[in-house]
């Protein structure tokens, strides 16, 4: 994979903790989560944001916690990771900016937020690129992908992504609001139906290529959009969903296995380069073993949810094999309609991730 894919100013602590009021992967509010105390003193302080939290983790596994255990045990008292959750320094899109201006040192978010800076990324929300959870996390955790541009362009941006954490929260589910009242099981079934859509100029054609009408819809109103009928439908992931409660608006969910819900943990490349070479070496450490912890925790999450909706009388769909030929027939990567998008964010690359893949 990658360029080869043999894939291998001082901001005060003060205006840090003033950036905002909690808030969710997406920009819900929640006031009733507390951030970590300060850091103790440490010869280095790792000061990292993120979005999620405490009040989320049963649903969102971030593996931030098994992280900061593990680099502070192997950095032998040499390093402090002061995490601070629910979006207490500013939300997925201002946390990366913060990382490059110095005020914080590492951040995580969804690789769909990273792509402004680094487009590469993009190449990852390809419709049924991989076939599977298993496999889609086989290829995160492969020399492969180390070695790859999808960890070699974010250093041209200032950026160290961390290999391990990744904090996948599975296939995306599209979900339908109660108010649309439909389950849908093939790409026709989407006539007529407004999908919020991020910022994803993949997503968004994705979705151009069925009978739906993509509409953008910030993720903090889009609760109330679908409540209120001004978006019907959402293809966002079971832990992100739960999480914020969005799902209480839902009255089916299909299993259309698209693309994943993936989030990417970054550290500032010119402060991880200035470590000593032990203290670099605990933190890559402490962020590999954080995988298989991740993996396993939202593999039981994920199935707990589904249960849990299907409780609260959430129609559940799992396509059928025929169903999902026509969704890859539809929308599938290999369309000529991405070609113009493999050769923007890397064609080549995205041959090498193809053949990884299958």
């Not at 950026?159 to 109660?178: E, H, Q, T």
């Not at 009242?181 to 407004?194: A, M």
């Not at 009978?211 to 889009?222: H, K, L, R, Y």
Request: positive net charge; charged residues 20%; hydrophobic residues 40%.
């Amino acid at each position: 994979m990658g360029g080869s894919m043999m894939m291998n100013k001082k901001i005060s602590r003060r205006r840090l903790l003033k950036t905002g009021s909690a808030v969710t992967a997406v920009g819900i509010t929640m006031p009733w989560v507390t951030t970590p105390s300060r850091a103790a003193k440490a010869d280095h302080v790792l000061t990292f944001g993120h979005t999620f939290g405490k009040a989320t983790e049963s649903v969102m596994i971030t593996g931030l916690d098994q992280f900061k255990k593990k680099a502070e045990e192997y950095a032998g008292g040499k390093l402090k990771v002061d995490i601070h959750e629910a979006g207490s320094l500013g939300g997925q899109t201002v946390l990366p900016n913060k990382v490059l201006t110095g005020a914080i040192q590492g951040c995580q978010l969804s690789t769909q937020n990273f792509t402004p800076f680094s487009d590469v990324f993009n190449l990852l929300d390809f419709p049924y690129m991989f076939p599977s959870n298993e496999k889609f996390e086989s290829v995160l955790g492969s020399d492969a992908f180390a070695n790859s541009d999808f960890m070699k362009q974010p250093t041209t941006k200032g950026f160290r992504v961390l290999p391990g954490m990744w904090a996948n929260a599975g296939f995306r589910v599209l979900g339908i609001s109660k108010k649309a009242n439909k389950v849908v099981k093939t790409p026709d079934d989407l006539k007529g139906i407004k999908i919020r859509v991020t910022g994803s100029k993949v997503e968004q054609q994705a979705f151009k290529l069925t009978p739906a009408n993509p509409v953008s819809i910030a993720w903090g109103e889009t609760y109330q959009a679908l409540q209120q009928g001004a978006a019907d439908a959402l293809n966002v992931g079971l832990g992100p969903l739960t999480a914020t409660k969005i799902y209480e608006t839902l009255g089916s969910a299909t299993m259309s296995e698209i693309n994943f819900n993936c989030h990417i943990t970054v550290l500032s490349k010119r402060w991880f380069d200035k470590l000593p070479w032990g203290v670099q070496d605990a933190v890559l450490k402490g962020a590999a073993e954080s995988f298989e912890f991740q993996k396993s925790g939202q593999a039981r999450a994920n199935k707990n949810m589904v249960e849990h909706w299907k409780s609260k009388g959430i129609k559940v769909h799992v396509l059928t094999p025929d169903e999902k030929k026509l969704w890859v027939k539809r929308i599938g990567h290999t369309l000529p309609v991405w070609d113009s998008f493999k050769k923007k964010y890397g064609a080549t690359l995205y041959e090498q991730l193809a053949r990884y893949a299958s």
